[in-house]
């Protein structure tokens, strides 16, 4: 695929090489190579159950923890295999950040949420400086400043999710995987983490799996559309939308099916 | 224009109301005919279950109520602070419970001692750790299955373990552990529920900032499963409290004039002290076993009491 080398390696923040994914016998994801640029955001878009959050959740590793789970292939980070041998899942995970679909804040205060990932992993540094720092890059903090204290559930749906974006950053991730961010969220809420995407990227590499595809041609730099666990179609997001390669492609953005 | 308006909307809301009372009959209107939604009977359905329920509840408490005056009426003269203090004697007037409080007290936290991290750290391997097994299966219905087994077994597995192949004696410490196998299989599977309970979405949460799976066990996992873990053993400990046949088979005395110091005293315990006083023919003494009760009801819910400050206190915290 012409758009997989017109990246060159050198660029990548992370590569999939014949990755597949099989679940139960089920497979998942078929040979899957693609290479995502540093600090730009990545769109995978696609029907459900085309893959896209399996693909996702091979890039922290968080598929490790599904029973049944088959990975083969490669991917690789800054150029070293995350599957090889002798490789901590833990470690990557604080390296390759997530957020996931719902909200999933811990049922503690919301300075507990931002400051767990810097503890857990042995932070030495201004631990408050840290938490201020981390929720004002969510752009979470001039609404939450004066309850640090207050139970990160009486939050919103959308100010929980920038939380969680906050609770991630924390650890001072490269990559921030980001698995339909917004889909459980408001239009004005996902407006706000639109903007958020946008603007992280000045400092790490984003990738969003959605279904949404405005969405996606919004926030997003490069677009790979997945179906039925097969990557179809790689490039420039508005070469994408507007002049797409494959019959599949044009088919699910112009809402012929999926 | 606005009267005439007016009069062409009311035989529609007439007619519309008539075809729901005549729901079944007349023409097919609206759906009316393909549904037969008897409103009235499933009301009525719902009021009957209800009533039901709260029978069921009266039912319970009436019970509970009568037992408890019986028993005061039958002990609670009997019962005053000389009567705590005091030691049993073979003069009614002059017995107490205090060595069968003190020793069902050691019991109780000896127990609960060993129960509660063997059992929860049980609970957190089968759920958190192990594989999903056929091994693991099986160990699971074993636990099912051990906790419906008398409690008499266990007293005869205690004496041949405890007191006899361990060489405890008939001693508090070999009476607590007996208990404590009694209920460690309840213990794990509520423990285990409660950390099943746990969404999925928290661990996610904690795993993908790098803990670890221990750090997400210890830091997230259990303080949410904690208050239904703790429901679950204080319920488990008011069942050993209670408990007379197992301590019977290991050999706690009926009779002991002193307050147990340590582990290794022989003892007794309040279900026993009562047992004995029960099956005395003088009348007297069944005041004081009657009394006993009492005495035994208060430590219930004295542990209840403090279980609900710990889990609201565990509650607040989240």
Redesign the interface.
Known sequence: MPSITAIPPESAVLEARSLSVVYDAEPAIREISLRIPIRRAVAFIGPSGCGKSTLLRCF?R?ND?V?GARITGEVLFRGADLYAPGVDP??V???I??V?Q?P?????SIYDNVA??PR??GYRGDLRALVERSLRQAALWDEVSDRLDA?ALTLSGGQQQRL?IA??LA?EPEVLLMDEPASALDPVATQKIEDLIYALKRDLTVIIVTHNMQQAARVSDLTAFLYMGELVEYGPTQELFTNPREDRTEAYITGRFG | MSEGSGRAHAPGGRRESAALRTAGSGPPQDGAARFRTRTRLRRGIGLAFAILCVAATWIGIVALGVLLVDIWHDGGAWLSWDFITSFPSRLAERAGILPALAGSLWVLVLTACVAFPIGVGTAIWLVEYAPDSRWNRIIQTNIANLAGVPSVVYGLLGLAVFVRALALGRSILAGALTLALLILPVIIIAAQEAIRAVPVSIREGAYALGATRWQTVRHQVLPIALPGILTGTILSLSRAIGETAPLIVIGAAAFVPFVPARPSDAFTVLPIQIFNWISRPQAEFHHLAAAGILVLLVVLLGMNAVAILLRNRYAKKL
């Open positions: 922290n968080m923890l029973p833990v470690e995970r604080r390296r950040g997530m996931f719902r999933n804040p811990f049922p503690k767990f990932g857990i992993n139970n969680c609770r991630a650890v």
